[in-house]
């Protein structure tokens, strides 16, 4: 019989019992429907199907990485902790019953391990406990980059298990020890997550305590069956202390109160030992291969969302077109390896979900939206993962470690031996505080063309400012320390650039994600344009769009490109465009010797002028930079 | 015009707070024809308020069969008031019916808690049949390809989605409840398409 009462139970007997894989692969959203799952999974095939059936309507979510925040950070390894057979893990909550628990955990604190959320690790916080273990999942449709519980104060003790797909502010935390968590057993509950992490880490007795009301915006029901599945399945011993000293419900957990949680012969001291399982060029590799693999795909889900957008636009086209491309949508859908490496690879959610759902061809004329819905966040993320991926090899390849100080970085400062046909360089100069610099550096990370780099020219004395930057999961940012004028520093970064293509941008400004990538499509159909712009708006200090920077912009969406000619006229009489909203080519801004400092003219203003003689401008009508107001 | 609105959570949030200002709104100015139902994946403290608004108000997680909801009703729009809930809807909704999709989650999505990746952001948009921008959160770039399918509304300014997560003024301000108006228009002109 389970229970406090039952015999000691070996924690090999329960790693073997418990089906992790099939708990993980469920929670992975590896399987569309019942049928497909292994033979052999059974009665617990069966209660976890019907768990995610029910309470997650056949999709979690869980592990899925749309930001590809799992490329964000090199420096920290993978690893799963080890629990010692016998000592009971506290599975902690910030929910009301722990207020009642906390004296009785507090006493005993040395013998249990607590595992908790980091919103858990508040709560016990406030009652002057620290846990072992805390668990930091992205919570599935979670914002990009959430940050962790910003009044968390981790100590010593504490350690943290990071699925690599959480926010990049959950790896800053002051944590003993940090790990990343590779194919991490979530659902996307974290006190389900902290229970298979610990059966799996070999634990034998599982303590709950204020769980009611702990998940965040989530349904209790749908934790409280993941739970119950989980205990009656999984073998352990699992105690659940209700509030106020009166015990739980949750099927499968028994109820029990303080002074049998803590055995007579269980261990006086408990630790938590740790198996080290590689670095993030697992991650990576891994990354890769699913992009080669992918890589025939993809131009056929380009074609068919270019068909269903000209649908979309009242284009007429055939149905038997549309109806083919939902049929190669449902394909891939059942061919499980396809299925897997297209919604891990990507952090899709459309696509899985409409394999789950299906689709009714009754209305021809309507299939775009389900073609346009799912090939739109493919596509895109496609691109955004293969520039992610290209980033990271050319940094690997010729960055310096990102833990060494700017100043210390003299080959950032050498003259680029070669120049790159491809790339845009970014010259961002710092001589201020700027306080949305880390949002301009984001929103140039997050272009979608593929070779960008970042060139942070600033001022020796504004080194702190750059520090944080060195913490963003952006690997192609190199920094310049140069002391002089704003025309001195946009030089230096000249000097640095081996792109064949410049940009100089605004340390507090804003670039359209799609910004570089139409800019470089014009310049490369335009061979003649040497210095191409783009309308801009302005932006408050909350991010508002104020205005159009120029009254002839206002209307700018349905205003035809300006013409050489035309900004040619329009220059001689003064500036008309944003200066970060240009982009040019690196030879005609070296040719004509690069900024200076002149009275009466902006630096930017007085190099378009001296170029006019040489090369033409244009200027895109679409607002692609927002410049932050003053 | 037969209307599901879907929300998320009935917990006491802002877009909580925009819903059931923009069910008492339709009580006051569009008449009896309009019938309108709400969605919710879980409950929440606002239900009570919601349920007195809505002519039927359904809770998925209570085990509800959400395909039948959507189906066997024969809405004429099916409204996604914040981005947890569009996602969660919009493949079944898109895939599988032809009722007309307003997705509004964009507009509220500052104030609306989480929100979804930026992909799925931009999908949503442009597979619904109508997206509502909020009027002071967007800056204005690629969507002008969405045409008339966007609408940009102003949400915030007007006071209609307060920011401390209480309901909104009962009655509202004139200027909210000349864009609860607007919006209900927006619906309206949806389902006519």
């Known amino acids: 019989m389970p229970g406090p009462s039952r015999g000691r139970v070996s924690a090999r007997a329960i790693m073997a019992t418990f089906p992790f894989d099939l708990y993980r692969a469920v929670g992975e959203d590896r399987y569309v429907s019942p049928g497909e799952l292994p033979p052999e999974s059974g009665d617990v095939g069966r209660a976890l199907w019907e768990v995610y059936d029910r309470h997650f309507g056949r999709f979690t979510g869980a592990g899925l ?52 959320s980091p919103t858990g690790a508040v709560a016990l916080q406030r009652h002057g406990l620290a846990p072992d273990l805390v668990i930091v999942e992205r919570e599935p449709g979670g914002r990009e980059d959430q940050p962790a519980t910003e009044a968390l104060v981790l100590g010593p003790r504490t350690a943290l298990l990071i699925e690599p ?25 974290w006190p389900a997550t902290a ?19 702990a998940v965040d915006g989530d349904d209790p029901a749908r934790t409280d069956a993941l739970l119950a599945a989980m205990a009656i399945h999984a073998g352990a011993e699992c105690l659940e ?44 590799a891994e990354a890769e291969r699913d992009l080669q693999y992918l890589a025939p795909l993809l131009p056929h889900a380009r074609a068919a969302l270019t068909l269903a957008r000209r649908a979309r636009a009242g284009e007429a086209i055939a149905a038997r077109d549309l109806t083919r491309a939902v049929e190669m949508l449902l394909v891939w859908g059942a061919d499980p390896s396809i299925r897997w490496a297209l919604q891990r690879s990507l952090g899709l959610t459309f696509l899985p979900r409409l394999w789950r759902t299906g689709v009714s061809m009754a209305a021809p004329q309507r299939l775009w939206r389900p073609l346009v819905l799912t090939l739109n966040e493919l596509v895109e993320q496609a691109d955004r ?84 930057l060195r913490a963003l999961p952006r690997s192609n940012v190199r920094f310049v320390p140069h002391a002089g004028s704003i025309a001195d520093a946009l030089n230096a970064g000249l000097e640095a650039a081996t ?67 035309a900004l040619e006229t329009r220059l001689r009489a003064g500036p008309c465009f944003e200066h970060g909203s240009a982009i040019a080519r690196r030879d005609v801004l070296r040719q004509a010797g690069g900024y200076r400092l002149r009275a009466g003219s902006p630096p930017d203003h007085d190099l378009w002028l001296r170029l006019l003689p040489t090369t033409k401008f244009a200027k895109l009508p679409t607002r692609l930079y927002s410049r932050r107001q003053r | 015009m037969r209307c599901l609105h879907v929300i998320d959570a009935l917990r006491p949030t802002p877009v909580t707070g925009a819903l059931v200002a923009l069910l008492s709104t339709r009580l006051r100015a ?31 997680g209570n085990g509800l069969d959400i395909a039948a909801v959507v189906h066997a009703r024969a809405y004429d729009v099916i409204h996604a008031i914040d981005a947890a809930s569009a996602h969660r809807l919009a493949p079944l909704v898109l895939g599988s019916s032809a009722t007309p999709f307003v997705y509004s989650g964009r507009g509220l999505a500052r104030l609306a808690g989480p929100a979804f990746g930026r992909a799925a952001e931009e999908s949503l948009s442009a597979a619904a049949d109508l997206t509502i921008l909020d009027a002071s959160a967007e800056p204005a770039d690629s969507r002008g390809e969405l045409g008339s399918r966007l609408v940009r509304l102003d949400l915030v300014r007007s006071g209609l989605v307060p920011t401390d997560g209480l309901p909104a003024d009962d009655p509202p301000s004139p200027r909210a409840a000349s864009v609860l108006r607007e919006w209900l228009a927006c619906l309206a002109r949806a389902a006519a398409a």
């Open chain 1, 65 to 116: 990485d749309p930001a590809f925040a799992r490329f964000a950070r090199v420096d920290v390894s993978f690893g799963l902790p080890i629990f010692p057979p016998g000592t009971p893990v506290v599975i902690a909550g910030g929910g009301p019953g722990l207020d009642a628990v906390a004296p009785d955990l507090r006493a005993s604190r040395a013998r249990v391990l607590v595992i908790t």
């Open chain 1, 165 to 189: 797909s959480a926010p990049v502010a959950s790896f800053e935390r002051g944590a003993a020890m940090r790990r990343l968590a590779r194919d991490l057993p979530s659902w996307g509950v």
């Open chain 1, 195 to 213: 229970v298979a992490v610990a059966i799996r880490g070999g634990a034998t007795r599982l303590v709950s305590v204020g769980l009611q009301g």
């Open chain 1, 241 to 284: 202390l209700g509030a106020s000293g009166i015990p739980g419900s949750r099927a499968g957990w028994w109820p029990a109160s303080w002074p049998n949680v803590v055995p007579g012969d269980a261990p006086a001291v408990a630790a938590l030992d740790w198996r080290d399982i590689g670095g993030a060029e697992l991650l990576r």
């Open chain 1, 385 to 468: 993962f293969e520039s992610r991926l290209t980033t990271l090899g050319h940094t690997h390849g010729t960055a310096s470690s990102p833990a060494a100080p700017p100043a210390a970085r003299p080959a950032d400062r050498r003259r680029p031996s070669a120049i790159d046909v491809d790339r845009i360089s970014v010259v961002v100069p710092v001589l201020d505080d700027h306080p949305h610099l880390e949002a301009a550096i984001a929103s140039l990370a997050d272009q979608t063309y593929a070779d960008v780099e970042i060139i942070v020219v600033h001022d020796p004395a504004r080194a702190d400012r750059c520090e944080p």
């Open chain 1, 499 to 565: 792109g064949a293509y410049v940009v100089c941008h605004g340390a507090d400004d804003l670039s359209h994600p799609q910004r570089l990538a139409r800019q470089i499509a014009y310049l490369h159909a335009h061979p003649d344009v040497g210095v191409l712009a783009s309308a801009a708006s302005v932006l408050d200090d909350q991010g508002r769009v104020i205005a159009a920077v120029r009254r002839e912009e206002a209307a700018a969406d349905d205003a035809p490109a300006w013409t050489p000619d």
């Open chain 2, 30 to 60: 569009t008449g009896e024809g309009d019938t309108h139902d709400v969605l919710a994946f879980s409950g929440g403290s606002a239900e009570e308020a919601l349920r007195a608004r809505a002519r039927r108000l359904f809770i998925a």
